[in-house]
């Protein structure tokens, strides 16, 4: 089990490492390459949402030149949750809530990345939900949002 750090030392983590990112221009997919571990957690993981194992944070540290401070502070349970303000109650809602709590930053880093500065339209956008078998027994949700990409103009 990790310890759970200050979440000031994991937001300013999050925020050299992206700078590393930028610098030596890396993908976050090349970041995830070097782990044994999806692009979005990956990301995640690295915006501060969650921990990485040992063996993927080193490497994650050692692809950036962060040091090994930044090795044990990956590997720490962060505090997760990126979006302020109110919760909402219902419980269907604040499910979706909690994703985009631990995803959210996710997202945005992936989009801008593979489409640069704008926004995903929800008004040229498509929703579609499917109930799918689990392998596990059950049923799972298959959620897909697809909206317009829309980029930022200059003025």
């Known amino acids: 089990m990790h310890a759970q750090f200050d979440p000031t030392a994991r937001q300013a983590l999050a925020a050299v490492a992206v700078e590393a990112k930028t610098a030596k221009d890396l993908t976050w997919q090349q970041i995830a390459d070097a782990t044994d571990y999806s692009t979005a957690f990956v990301t995640a993981a690295v915006l501060g949402q969650h921990p990485l194992p040992k063996q993927a944070a080193t490497a994650v540290a050692d692809l950036l030149g962060l040091g090994d401070d930044a090795v044990t502070l990956l590997q720490t349970i962060p ?3 990126s979006i302020p303000g109110g919760v909402p109650t219902d419980p269907t809602i604040y499910r979706f809530y909690e994703m985009l ?5 996710t997202l945005k880093a992936l989009i801008h990345e593979q489409f640069g500065d704008g926004i995903i339209s929800a008004i040229n956008f498509k929703l579609d939900v499917r ?3 689990d392998p596990e027994g059950g049923e799972r949700a298959v959620i897909t949002l697809d909206g317009k990409y829309l980029p930022t103009k200059p003025f």
């Open 79 to 81: 505090t997760r949750g």
């Open 101 to 105: 709590q631990v995803y959210g930053t």
């Open 131 to 133: 109930k799918v078998p």
